[in-house]
């Protein structure tokens, strides 16, 4: 299934696992629950954010966005990190005033029933997501599988407060509402930090840039070139642009430098994420 068909998949059950938490979070009074109802409210909308973000993705360059329009990911994420901090930043308030005040949570199976339910259905999504990141290598995909492990933890640590509640211990649940809340929060952040970078042109990570100077030094062994420099690459968006200079010999006729830069030009953009390469060919 591609990743735009499976992502709306992943939206209606995220929206199922959303109201069925509400309700059990509301009837049961517990926070953990609401807490674990509004980790997935920010699923949903990830996953919408995500979803159309693809579809935007993947149209081709034109007139008004000559290379694409890659930033349409990172944008997205960004903007579902923004939401992350806000809930969790109301969780905590809910969390702290339930402390201070001593209210406690209904005792009940049902929570756990309900949380159980979600653990199986979300390692179902990470095994699918997963798989689906290993033949398309959709960065979405990714990122989807990434959360949908994170909620199995969340939502085990929901399960041992309702546990916790249910044996007579119940400030668990507010206990468990508040590392609920900073955990949204942590993650949040990483992923606004990741992709307001992105939309700042970082440069990529060094395992990349690695793996694109050993290619250029592969022509240097091939003494097809002599040597490269000025080496440069940044994100676009969640797409790789990158320019460098090399030198070869001036013998070298128009259509040899040309059949080079060609060739230089495919095997740089057959790493990941590089999706546009500037060659400039010094002679000496």
Known sequence: MKPAKLTIVFIILNATLFLAKLLVGWKFNSLAVLSDAGNSFVDIATCLAIYFAVKISAKPADADHPFGHSRAEPLAAFTVSILTFVLATEVI????????????????FIPMLVLLGVIVTKSGMYLAAS?????????????????????????????????????????????????????????????????????????PDEKIMKVIRMKLNALKKQKRIRNFHDLRAHYVGSEIHLSVHVDTDESV??????????????????????????????LA
């Open 131 to 203: 798989f689906s990141f290993r033949k398309t290598r959709s960065e979405a995909m990714q990122a989807i599988a990434t959360d949908a492990k994170m909620d199995v933890v969340i939502s085990s640590l929901a399960i041992a407060s309702v546990f916790g509640v249910n044996f007579g211990y119940p400030q668990l649940d507010a206990y468990a509402a508040l590392f609920i809340a900073v955990w949204i929060g942590f993650v949040g952040w990483q992923i606004g930090k990741s992709n307001f970078d992105k939309l700042l042109g970082q440069v």
């Open 93 to 108: 308030r809910d969390a702290v005033g339930r402390l201070i005040d001593g209210s406690t949570p209904e005792m009940g």
């Open 253 to 282: 006729s128009p259509h040899d430098l040309h059949r080079l830069e060609k060739d230089i030009q495919a095997r740089l953009k057959n790493t990941k994420g590089v999706s546009q390469v500037m060659v400039h060919i010094d």
